[in-house]
């Protein structure tokens, strides 16, 4: 059974009884130092295969049936570390087996997982793939759990909002609770103005899907405290302060936090992690009509701290303060929020590497080091306290949008940390959740980012 309703995929991985192809992993170093047996190296040279970073070359029996295939490492070996993603989109149709490679075999088996990864849903499927045996020494239901968790953001994100708005996403988040059963409730529409939650409802009423708050509880009473909040503005046209068409072209992604959010607790309640999961997804769309809010406004937050707002595009710290201090109300024992919340993130530091701000140095250094560990970039940016001044408003307490247009990131940030409860153990990821171009392990479009890292940090920290 499918924990939601987006992926239903064959899987690229072949059972262990498959009979199966090998395939030799190998640098040009290799091959020049006589690591290859004598047939495939004669084969290789014949062919003129450089071993160049990605390339396959399929190698025939005497016969000339097809016995395997050789995979380009590059010149020393150096090449990507999720290299292997390349495989599930090269290789023929058929069941492989990693018979030589100085890349691990659990590495090579997830980069093949998330490699084969295809968005198919309005267009006709391409025909199979080929598949892969999850070697015998790594850990199988990781590798599973981990390449479907990534599927699912993916697909979450990648959905065109007419079938992935505010009513779409609750569905899906339904889904995944009733797949793991979890408590989930919805505070939705005029509601969430008379429970306090007068920022969600401003940014979203607009819209023809009414607002809501969608909150999932998992886990043991008792155990540690984990809240997971992501940003979920399924459609960002901008408000009042409309985005140039170039710009909205693909706001679908600016519920990325939420779709990376819904990813991670997935990989906690199919790991059965020692936690009690609280998951918070401010669900709306920022839309136009006569009910917008506009520039100018004051509005109230659920804290009591009245923001002015200074442009109606810099909707999703609104959204996020609210839920972040619905989440501090229950005291967490770890606070996280991801969120596609700025581009100037992306100007610092591109696409690929989601910045994160944390005031815990601890927690910090456990990132960097899952990070490099699981190939999840991640990188922490200060949360710059002579920046707070940028924050502040002239009629109100904060501004939603600094004027200046420096470190727009960092006073995103400072602007968030305003909502948390002093004490809180905080941490921040502003994502992108896209990638903009094909690499080894993923296609272009929407894309999981720091997820794998955190789970690495928190299954350390609350082992099943």
Known sequence: MSPYAHIDRPSPFAPKSAETLPIWAVSRADMDHGKLEEAASAWAASAGFQAAEGSVLLVPDSQGKLSGALFGLGEEGD????????LARVLPKGDWHIAASPIPGDRMALAFGMGAYRFESYRKPAPEGPRLVIPDDADADAIRRTVTAVGLARDLVNTPANDMGPDALEAAFRGLGAHYQAKVSVIAGD?????????????????????RLLELRWGQEGAPKLTLVGKGVCFDTGGLDIKPAASMLNMKKDMGGAANVIALAMMIMDAGLKVDLRVLIPAVENSISASAFRPGDVLMSRKGLSVQID??????RLVLADALTFACEDNPGLLIDMATLTGAARVALG??????YTDDDQLAADLATASTAVVDPLWRMPLYKPYEADVKARIADLTNAPAGGFAGSITAALFLKRFVAPGTNWVHFDIFAWSPKDKPHAPMGGEAQGIRALFDVISKRHPA
């Open 79 to 86: 090449c990507h570390p999720l290299v292997g993603g390349k």
């Open 191 to 211: 509601e969430l103005v008379s429970q306090g939650f007068p920022m969600i409802h401003a940014v979203g009423r607009a819209a023809q899907e009414a607002p």
């Open 311 to 316: 442009n109606t595009d810099a909707e999703g």
């Open 351 to 356: 696409p690929d590497l989601p910045p994160f």
